[in-house]
């Protein structure tokens, strides 16, 4: 936790405006002191300035707590999916990337997050329907029943994986596979995820019909 | 004074729930803090902000004209 905190300057700065306010607003409950004016600016940066200053930088911290794969697997149901990831043998395509230094801790997220100027709000949106779903639906599940029923909404984009592979690099055209299925690969006919290509994706994948 | 005093405590609630998030960042934690959290520490900053308008005017009714 101590690493984890001095990796996150937004999360040592969130931590010490929030000890700071709390000082402060102990102080004010146990000494109980007149409202004299600098009563008065005490008590506006212990209830105003510095808990806005915590929840400012505490939000950066949360939405950046939010693409790591221990939070994702934080919710039982996605252990099975955060621990083939985890697993060094593994030779899933959610594994390799996650030993891949670019993606490394937040290789669901680099993965499973949409692109483009809206992704970011799009890509929360869609964790605010997961948690819905955990809550209401995958909560009471072991993993093993919910392996069965979790699937991915939508079949996965193969502009995801574009996003980092180009289609237009010589090495990647080079590669006769790709060549030959590069139109059915840009309309997302044939995904990059497949069985017979780079995947599955997780051991646990099942075919979506596209 | 005594909502002054309920406003402190639900600035250290706030304040408790966004710590919690940070210190052990799980989904539960962090939409706690990102809802209930900070519902909490508005609350705290408007009943601070009403308790010190109100004095401020009670101040200037209570000054003599010049």
């Known amino acids: 936790m101590a690493s984890w905190i001095s990796n996150n300057g937004f999360t040592a700065v969130a931590l010490a405006c929030a000890a700071t306010s709390a000082l402060l607003v102990i102080w004010f409950l146990v000494r109980r002191p007149a409202l004299t004016s600098a009563t008065k600016i005490v008590l506006l940066l212990a209830i105003g300035v510095l808990p806005i200053a915590t929840a400012a930088t505490g939000n950066v911290s949360g939405y950046e707590a939010t693409k790591q794969r221990s939070f994702c697997g934080s919710c039982h149901v996605m252990t099975p999916y955060s621990a083939d990831s985890d697993d060094p043998t593994s030779m899933t395509l959610a594994s390799r990337h996650a030993r891949n230094g670019l993606f490394g801790e937040a290789n669901c997220y680099g993965c499973h997050a949409d692109y483009g100027m809206f992704g970011t709000i799009t890509t929360k949106l869609g964790g605010l329907r997961h948690v819905y779903e955990y809550v209401f639906h995958y909560h009471q599940m072991s993993p093993a029943e919910a392996l069965a029923k979790i699937h991915i909404r939508t079949p996965f984009q193969n502009s995801t994986c574009m996003h980092c592979h180009s289609t237009d690099v010589p090495v990647w055209n080079a590669v006769r596979e790709h060549a030959s299925l590069l139109p059915r690969l840009r309309d997302g006919s044939v995904s990059c995820a497949s069985a017979g290509c780079h995947g599955p994706a997780h051991p646990f994948s099942k075919v979506i019909a596209r | ?66």
């Not at chain 2, 009943?47 to 004209?65: C, Y």
């Open chain 2, 1 to 66: 004074m005594t909502a002054l005093r309920i406003s402190g405590v639900l600035t250290l609630i706030g304040l408790a729930l966004m710590a919690w998030s940070m210190l052990q960042p799980t989904w539960m934690p962090v939409m706690i803090a990102m809802s209930v959290g900070q519902l909490v520490g508005t609350s705290a900053f408007a009943i601070f902000l009403v308790v010190i308008v109100r004095d401020l005017r009670r101040r200037v009714r209570a000054e003599p004209p010049p």
